[in-house]
């Protein structure tokens, strides 16, 4: 937790990772019980109706890049619905706030991926192919879905 400078309420999420040592990359996935990645029976969320995931990240130098997902359990017996993870593109960072959207459905509204079942809301990846300066941090806020309505 980082109370420094939060796009909203009293905190944002501070994230400090070292890429200079193998494997050369970090990641951070939220899931929805402790130690739980699909192997055994598990609690997961419904977000089929999702349309978007919307989230504000920020780098602590500016030109960090970092990128985001859901749903990358997908190869587990119980993992998430979705058999490859929905992504965005590698996300370049500024020193002040910026909203990011991850749509989940396609042009004609349909689905991009099946999240009936996601064990994985919320992921992010850096590494140092894109953070030659070995060392990256950056901070997020304001994690959420816009769900289609009634």
């Not at 058999?83 to 996300?91: D, E, K, N, Q, S």
């Amino acid at each position: 937790r980082d109370a420094t400078r939060p796009a909203g309420g009293a905190t944002s999420v501070r994230v400090t990772a070292v890429l200079r040592l193998p494997p050369f990359w970090c990641g951070i996935a939220v899931a929805t019980a402790k130690d739980y990645w699909g192997e055994t029976r598990g609690p997961a969320i419904d977000l089929s109706r999702a349309i978007r995931l919307v989230f504000r990240a920020r780098g602590e130098q500016g030109g960090e890049m970092i990128q985001v997902k859901l749903a990358i359990a997908g190869d587990k017996p119980y993992g998430d619905s979705a058999r490859m993870p929905v992504a965005t593109g590698w996300l370049r960072l500024s020193r002040d706030w910026q909203r990011f959207e991850l749509p989940l459905r396609a042009e004609r509204g349909t689905p991009r991926s099946d999240l009936r079942r996601v064990i994985t809301p919320f992921a992010f990846v850096s590494d140092l192919a894109h953070n030659p300066a070995g060392e990256v941090t950056f901070f997020l806020d304001e994690i959420y879905f816009v769900m289609e309505r009634d």
